[in-house]
């Protein structure tokens, strides 16, 4: 069995080597257009922040390691042809100065291309100074310049964003962070949450601006400045963290069926094109609550995907399920993470909510370093925990992970506040703050319970008196 991946990073590569793990005979070959492979786009910020100490830390594996496993990784090298009907992909590989076409057979094509930033269409976008984020290239390009600048501009407030703030703030820049929305991390946190964090970025002297778009970026031949509106800012470097777009151009010309906005799978992983397979950022998923499309831009996402396509490969059954896009982030002390809709999300798809909210602490009151704990839990009208968005300077991610789990199974509130949780004072509250939360929305759906019962009675009482 011939197997080709298209892409070298996390879902390509834990295709390749989740193949490989089940079958020891299938001939399988990754090609990626990039240097580096095997490294966390996630971390780049924390090399910028000096929290990881270089970049080369953040590479867990060379083409050789795969090699000791026989899985043949080419890098620097574009697929330019996919012949879904030949089953044969060629792609271009650079040797040296010189530019070589070869070409390979496959059984199953496997596609992994990920996504590439969005660059807005305005002027100035391709000034020197001016900075995408994806590769380690894109990072290393960044700490070069950042070193001889004093002002920058980071546009986008999503996870990305407020992270590649935080590490150019560390490396001594003035920094400020625009966001077209009215709040930071619109995806994954309600408004009030999003002050939370916020507040703190601007503690640690990051400046923010909401509700305005970029419109131009301001130069000659180098970044002088930009434009917001009414407002305009000078800066020595621009960071555009303004998301990413699908990479589906291999999957058209393999006439892959292609969704609202990326390549339309199965629950195998599978394409419209029965031999051909994609994972990660390219493919559309499952929203768990609405049972829409989304998108799961998630390296967690890309790896649980990959394990699905590699069994259904070899001829095992495996399915990937909808999706909670559970996340996580961590500035400076502060972590924050989120699962599930926000109250925003929900009401935009016809979801009417409840929301338990409550601050408490981490570890018991009396407890040295106990730290502050905003929980706040969305719930539909029957008490069905549909999302949940945390944050604090501790112990987020599990419960996180926690609240995945219960929105997975089917949890309501109630449930969720009569279920058992471990305590020792050093680590927890006697009772634990996603319980507090869980109980403040069972107590006001009972008060929206107790009020549409009392005008349901009121409206019979009336009735009666009408008809006396």
């Known amino acids: ?199 703190y970025i601007e503690k640690l002297g990051i400046n923010v601006i909401l509700g305005k778009p970029i419109e131009k970026i301001k130069g000659e031949t180098v970044v002088e400045g930009a434009v917001f509106g009414d407002e305009e800012l000078e800066a020595d470097m621009v960071i555009l963290a303004t998301g990413v777009r699908p990479e589906i151009a291999m999957a058209k010309m393999a006439g892959c069926d292609i969704g609202r906005w990326a390549i339309e799978v199965n629950e195998k992983m599978q394409t419209s094109v029965p031999n051909i397979y994609a994972v990660g950022d390219c493919v559309e998923v499952f929203d768990a609550i609405t049972g829409h499309n989304t998108q799961s831009p998630l390296g967690s996402t890309a790896v649980r995907q990959s394990k699905i396509a590699a069994k259904n490969i070899v001829g095992m059954k495996a399915e990937f399920k909808p999706v909670l896009n559970s996340m996580v982030s961590k500035i400076g002390n502060l972590e924050f993470g989120a699962v599930g809709l926000t109250t925003i999300l929900a009401l935009q798809n016809g979801i009417k909510v409840v929301s338990g909210k409550k601050n408490a602490l981490t570890k018991a009151r009396y407890y040295p370093g106990a730290k502050r704990i905003d929980v706040k839990m969305v719930c539909d009208m029957n008490g069905k925990i549909i999302g949940c968005q945390i944050i604090a300077e501790e112990r987020v991610a599990e419960r996180i992970d926690t609240m995945s789990l219960a929105i997975a199974q089917g949890l309501t509130c109630a449930e969720l506040s009569n279920m058992e949780f471990s305590y020792a004072p050093p680590v927890s509250m006697v009772i634990d703050p996603i319980i507090l939360a869980a109980e403040d929305a069972c107590e006001k759906l009972k008060r929206l319970q107790k009020r549409k019962e009392n005008n349901k009675d009121s409206v019979n009482k009336n009735s009666n008196n009408l008809s006396s």
Request: charged content about 25%; proline content about 5%.
């Open 1 to 199: 069995m011939k197997v080709v991946v298209i892409g070298g990073g996390a879902g390509g590569l834990s295709t390749a080597s989740n193949i490989r793990k089940y079958d020891e005979n299938a001939e399988i070959t990754v090609i990626t257009r990039d240097e580096h492979i095997a490294y966390s786009p996630c971390a780049i910020p924390y090399v910028l922040c000096g929290e990881v100490d270089c970049f080369e830390n953040i590479i867990m594996h060379e083409p050789a390691d795969y090699l000791e496993r026989n899985i043949n990784v080419i890098t620097r090298a574009e697929v330019v042809e996919v012949k879904e009907a030949e089953n044969t992909i060629k792609y271009h590989l650079q040797e040296g100065q010189n530019v070589v076409q070869n070409e390979l057979e496959y059984d199953y094509l496997v596609i992994a291309t990920g996504g590439s930033p969005f660059i807005p269409p305005m002027e100035g976008c391709y000034l020197d100074g001016v900075f995408k984020i994806r590769t380690i290239k894109d990072g290393q390009q960044i700490m070069g310049w950042a070193e001889k600048s004093k002002k920058a501009i980071v546009v986008g407030a999503g996870l990305i964003g407020l992270e590649i703030a935080f590490g150019l703030k560390n490396m001594g820049l003035d920094v400020t962070v625009t966001e077209m929305l009215p709040q930071i991390v619109p995806r994954s946190l309600d408004p009030d949450m999003a002050k939370i964090v916020q507040n």
